[in-house]
């Protein structure tokens, strides 16, 4: 193991199945000012809008017959560098953000990210707090979650192993989160709080392994 990732040892919920890592205030608010600002400045046509929220992909679109990639810009490329000496993607380098927004009341369906990529994700949060919720594939209803964990605003999650191959995740689309105890990564002696939620803007960070030989010059 590397001195980094001694680090980021210090990061791991240990209450949850292996294997997640939860760095708070990863980013500073200059930081995330500066990433919503890029974000918010690029061209409308970066922009796809599904019916539960809105994306950008940058790197590339990834596709089972592989990903034509793109240079990631600058301003993204500083945190995959960042993200890649706490040594959670080994020998590889992240080379796709993918940028979903939610708006208050907004959520995701649980889901498995799948074969396309590395068996890592790593996600910064801009914006706003959320709630991911865990689940068996076959048990996605409410109340049969088998872990749920706290994700706030500038932090950085990061998912592995059985978390990333054996449970789907997803957000409950909601306007308000209690902070319950069941949560694992909330303090036992001030639980039930609750927060409002706002717009939340997450880069999603992984490694698309199947590229083409072919790239778009940006």
Same mark, same amino acid.
């Given at each position: @193991?590397?001195?980094?990732?001694?680090?980021?040892?210090?990061?791991?919920?240990?209450?949850?199945?292996?294997?997640?890592?939860?760095?708070?205030?990863? *980013?500073?608010?200059?930081?995330?000012?500066?990433?919503?600002?890029?974000?918010?400045?690029?061209?409308?046509?970066?922009?796809?809008?599904?019916?539960?929220?809105?994306?950008?992909?940058?790197?590339?679109?990834?596709?089972?017959?592989? @990903?034509?990639?793109?240079?990631?810009? +600058?301003?993204? +490329?500083?945190?995959? +560098?960042?993200?890649?000496?706490?040594?959670?993607?080994?020998?590889?380098?992240?080379?796709?953000?993918?940028?979903?927004?939610? @708006?208050?009341?907004?959520?995701?369906?649980?889901?498995?990210?799948?074969?396309?990529?590395?068996?890592?994700?790593?996600?910064?949060? #801009?914006?706003?707090?959320?709630?991911?919720?865990?689940?068996?594939?076959?048990? /996605? /209803?409410?109340?049969?979650?088998? #872990?749920?964990?706290?994700?706030?605003?500038?932090?950085?999650?990061?998912?592995?192993?059985?978390?990333?191959?054996?449970?789907?995740?997803?957000?409950?689309?909601?306007?308000?989160?209690?902070?319950?105890?069941? *949560?694992?990564?909330? #303090?036992?002696?001030?639980?039930?709080?609750?927060?409002?939620?706002? /717009?939340?803007?997450?880069?999603?960070?992984?490694?698309?392994?199947?590229?083409?030989?072919?790239? *778009?010059? /940006?």
């Amino acid at each position: @193991m590397s001195g980094n990732q001694t680090i980021v040892e210090k990061y791991i919920l240990k209450k949850a199945p292996a294997t997640v890592y939860y760095i708070p205030d990863f *980013i500073s608010r200059e930081e995330e000012s500066h990433l919503l600002n890029k974000i918010y400045s690029a061209p409308k046509p970066k922009w796809i809008q599904l019916s539960n929220r809105r994306l950008q992909n940058w790197g590339g679109l990834p596709h089972p017959k592989g @990903m034509i990639a793109e240079k990631l810009p +600058d301003w993204l +490329d500083v945190y995959l +560098d960042r993200i890649n000496q706490l040594g959670v993607f080994e020998t590889v380098k992240p080379n796709h953000v993918l940028i979903n927004e939610y @708006m208050a009341g907004q959520g995701i369906l649980p889901h498995f990210d799948g074969d396309l990529y590395y068996p890592t994700i790593a996600t910064i949060s #801009c914006g706003s707090h959320t709630l991911l919720n865990f689940y068996e594939p076959d048990k /996605t /209803t409410e109340g049969n979650e088998v #872990c749920s964990i706290f994700v706030d605003v500038r932090s950085l999650l990061i998912l592995q192993d059985d978390m990333y191959k054996k449970y789907v995740h997803g957000i409950v689309p909601k306007t308000e989160d209690t902070l319950s105890s069941d *949560i694992l990564n909330i #303090c036992s002696s001030s639980p039930n709080q609750v927060l409002n939620r706002s /717009t939340r803007v997450s880069l999603t960070i992984r490694h698309v392994p199947r590229t083409t030989k072919f790239s *778009i010059k /940006t």
